[in-house]
């Protein structure tokens, strides 16, 4: 089922017009798409993938589920957070369960960009010289680029091309990557010496940006009774490559109605119009919303996208993706403050 099939091509209408509207629901379902049966088996996928995960990730579950989202989505994620809260399990226990290959590049300011794509070696057989290809780190399905703000903008820059164009290009020579691969980097927002922000035009090429939070009680607890025992918890694999493949055509494939889609637009839209953001977001952001929308209905075992997913993924694509006003940030509002007041609007 194709995309134009499924939402329809009418034209958007003015805010006045689609607010006084009731939000119609997609004539068509999944249930009705080519890949009925993989959507059948969905919620036991996703049970397993969950389960999982849980045996070594304790709570953050909705830190899991849009990581999780940005694969559906073949997207990128960066995540932020204090120091300790699990970052790098979460990542290295995804790719485990998801069976990718999964390299860590630890960024450091003397991080090179050969480092991290790789670089031509020259070998002596029978008395010639041949040049070789020696693959970096690059090259695996899942990349976890830690405390990626500490790297050079130079070594930033080199995993710009990978990101985007999902493929490297070394002395002249282009090397596409093994597909899936995603890049789910991390960065510590407390400390700033030494470190390089990244530019936007980086970081609109990460489809989320995700806060991960601190533990309740009760979690911390759990992490403490797991990891001060005497084995640590460990995962089994819990589906292959090729179902992972197969959940990112589904995804495409969830419908979502007109007037939800034109909801999510205008939403966007409203980020560019002033006020307490300077810099609103661009077109990817609404590519993303509706993206991200689709993958979280079939998560939550919906097969239609409905006004919650829409919203609740507002948050992670949007929030990378403006700059406030001087004036708003001295007062102490945030990007998810911004992002609140636009949905308040919406919803009147």
């Known amino acids: 089922m194709s995309m134009e099939n499924s939402v329809g091509t009418e034209k958007p209408q003015n805010t006045a017009e689609f607010r006084e509207k009731p939000m119609e629901r997609a004539e068509n379902t999944i249930e009705n798409a080519p890949s009925a049966k993989t959507y059948e088996n969905a919620q036991r996928i996703f049970k397993t993938l969950f389960d999982e995960i849980g045996k070594v990730v304790v709570g953050q579950n909705e830190t899991v589920e849009q990581v999780m989202i940005a694969i559906l989505c073949n997207g990128h994620a960066?995540?932020?957070?204090?120091p300790g809260l699990g970052k790098t399990l979460t990542i290295s226990t995804i790719s485990k369960v998801i069976d990718l290959s999964f390299n860590r590049i630890q960024c450091t300011p003397d991080l090179m960009p050969a480092d991290i794509t790789g670089t031509t070696v020259v070998e002596e057989h029978g008395g010639s010289k041949v040049f070789r290809f020696e693959k970096g780190p690059i090259f695996a399905n899942i990349i976890l680029a830690d405390e990626i703000n500490r790297a050079s903008p130079k070594t930033q820059s080199a995993l710009l091309e990978a990101m985007q164009e999902k493929q490297v290009t070394v002395a002249g020579v282009t090397h596409p990557l093994e597909k899936p691969f995603f890049v789910l980097a991390t960065q510590n927002p407390i400390e700033q010496e030494g470190t390089y922000p990244l530019p936007e035009a980086q970081l609109d090429r990460f489809l989320l940006k995700i806060f991960v939070p601190y533990p309740e009680f009760n979690?911390?607890?759990?992490i403490v009774n797991r990891y001060t025992a005497l084995s640590n918890p460990t995962t089994e694999r819990g589906i292959t490559k090729e179902t992972l493949l197969s959940l990112q055509k589904l995804t495409r494939e969830v419908p979502i109605s007109n007037d939800l889609k034109q909801r999510a637009i205008h939403l966007v839209m409203k980020t560019r119009e002033g006020g307490t953001i300077e810099y609103g977001a661009s077109p990817r952001a609404s590519i993303a919303l509706i993206l991200t929308a689709k993958a979280r209905a079939l998560v939550h075992g919906r097969n239609f996208v409905s006004e919650e997913d829409v919203y609740a993924m507002a948050y992670p694509v949007l929030r990378h993706?403006?700059?406030?006003?001087?004036?708003?940030?001295?007062?102490?509002?945030?990007?998810?403050?911004?992002?609140k007041s636009l949905i308040s609007t919406m919803s009147k």
């Open 219 to 222: 979690e911390e607890l759990e």
């Open 321 to 339: 993706r403006i700059i406030l006003t001087f004036e708003a940030e001295r007062s102490g509002m945030t990007p998810d403050d911004a992002i």
């Open 78 to 82: 960066l995540l932020e957070s204090n």
